[in-house]
T-cell receptor, first 116, second 113 residues
Framework: DAGVIQSPRHEVTEMGQEVTLRCKPI?????LFWYRQTMMRGLELLIY????????DSGMPEDRFSAKMPNASFSTLKIQPSEPRDSAVYFC??????????????FGPGTRLLVL | GNSVTQMEGPVTLSEEAFLTINCTYT??????LFWYVQYPGEGLQLLLK?????DKGSNKGFEATYRKETTSFHLEKGSVQVSDSAVYFC????????????FGAGTTVTVRA
C-alpha cells in the first residue's frame, strides 16, 4: 500500500507567487482532508471532501486559498497569491467514511512550504 | 461543539520510565477517540483508537481506555524508549459519522537514553 502521496515535499517561493500542493489519497478511500500545521496554531482542518465534493471548507483562511478534487485519486490545494504567513506544513489525509462512521484518517508526509 | 484538551508539554523522560499523557474531551453523542503520533519530519500516524466506552486501544506498548464517566482517554506506556520521542495528539471524532476529527494541541515527548 503506497499510502497518501503528497508533492512536492518542500516548496520555497516568494511572496505573491502561486503555490499548488498535490495529493493522491489511498485507493478506495472516499474522503480527503487538507490540514495546515504551524507552531502557533497547531493542526487546523482547512477543507474536507467526500466523494470528490467539498463538504466543509469553513477552515479555509481566505479567498487566496482554493482546493479542488477533480477525481477520486487527486486533489490540489492552491494559494494565490502566497504570503509569508502561509508558511507551514500542509498535510493531506484520506479515509473511508462508511456505515460505521468510525474511520481512521491516514496522513501523507506533508509539504513544507516557506514563503519568503 | 466537540473538543479535546490534552496535557501540555514538553515532557522529558529517561528511558524505561512510565509515560502518561492526559486527554479529556467534550462531546455530544458517542464519538470515537484516537491517539496519533508524529515523528520528526513525518506526517501523523494512528497509534491507537477506541470506538465506544470502556474500549481499550493498544499498540506498540501504548494503551488508552475510553472512560465515559470521566470523559478521558489518557495515553500510557509502561517503559518508554528513545524511539518513542515524538509529538502525540489526542483526537475526537464528530460522533455522527466521525469524518471530522478534533485534534488536541499535541504533547512533545523526549526520551533520553
Amino acid at each position: 500500500d503506497a499510502g497518501v502521496i503528497q508533492s512536492p515535499r518542500h516548496e520555497v517561493t516568494e511572496m505573491g507567487q502561486e503555490v499548488t500542493l498535490r495529493c493522491k489519497p489511498i485507493s478506495g478511500h472516499n474522503s480527503l482532508f487538507w490540514y495546515r500545521q504551524t507552531m502557533m496554531r497547531g493542526l487546523e482542518l482547512l477543507i474536507y471532501f467526500n466523494n470528490n465534493v467539498p463538504i466543509d471548507d469553513s477552515g479555509m483562511p481566505e479567498d487566496r486559498f482554493s482546493a479542488k478534487m477533480p477525481n477520486a485519486s487527486f486533489s490540489t490545494l492552491k494559494i494565490q497569491p502566497s504570503e509569508p504567513r502561509d508558511s507551514a506544513v500542509y498535510f493531506c489525509a484520506s479515509s473511508f467514511v462508511g456505515g460505521t462512521g468510525t474511520e481512521t484518517q491516514y496522513f501523507g508526509p506533508g509539504t513544507r512550504l516557506l514563503v519568503l | 461543539g466537540n473538543s479535546v484538551t490534552q496535557m501540555e508539554g514538553p515532557v522529558t523522560l529517561s528511558e524505561e520510565a512510565f509515560l502518561t499523557i492526559n486527554c479529556t474531551y467534550t462531546a455530544t453523542g458517542y464519538p470515537s477517540l484516537f491517539w496519533y503520533v508524529q515523528y520528526p519530519g513525518e506526517g501523523l500516524q494512528l497509534l491507537l483508537k477506541a470506538t465506544k466506552a470502556d474500549d481499550k486501544g493498544s499498540n506498540k506498548g501504548f494503551e488508552a481506555t475510553y472512560r465515559k464517566e470521566t470523559t478521558s482517554f489518557h495515553l500510557e506506556k509502561g517503559s518508554v524508549q528513545v524511539s518513542d520521542s515524538a509529538v502525540y495528539f489526542c483526537a475526537l471524532g464528530s460522533g455522527s459519522n466521525d469524518y471530522k476529527l478534533s485534534f488536541g494541541a499535541g504533547t512533545t515527548v523526549t526520551v533520553r537514553a
